[in-house]
Nanobody, 121 residues
Framework: QVQLVESGGGLVQPGGSLRLSCAAS????????MGWYRQAPGKARVMVATITSGGTTNYADSVKGRFTISRDDAKNTVYLQMNSLKPEDTAVYYC???????????????WGQGTQVTVSS
């Protein structure tokens, strides 16, 4: 099984920056994609940014130009660099990975425990 451990959340002022990290452990036979999602109180969980095994990235319109997703394959870690943070970015951020355990396995997913990001003055 794959476990994801997130870190880097916290309290920042508007306009500040944070970098979230998500370290994966366990066996991944075939990595499909990794991504970051967020959920604000009373709201649905939404995609923030994703990156495929080939390096293709996708961002929510609300974070384009401010957030950057990246991977370090040697460390099995995905990052989310968040700049120019706004109060509306306040949410619990969850790391996600989609992968196959073997050639005969269906694609499955794992989620991190979530890390709180609060943007407030």
């Amino acid at each position: 099984q794959v476990q994801l451990v997130e870190s880097g959340g916290g309290l920042v002022q508007p306009g500040g920056s944070l970098r979230l990290s998500c370290a994966a452990s366990g066996s991944i036979f075939s990595l499909i994609s990794m991504g970051w999602y967020r959920q604000a109180p009373g709201k649905a969980r939404v995609m923030v940014a994703t990156i495929t095994s080939g390096g293709t990235t996708n961002y929510a319109d609300s974070v384009k130009g401010r957030f950057t997703i990246s991977r370090d394959d040697a460390k099995n870690t995905v990052y989310l660099q968040m700049n120019s943070l706004k109060p509306e970015d306040t949410a619990v951020y969850y790391c996600n990975v989609n992968y196959r355990r073997s050639w005969y396995s269906d694609v499955t997913g794992s989620w991190g425990q979530g890390t709180q990001v609060t943007v407030s003055s």
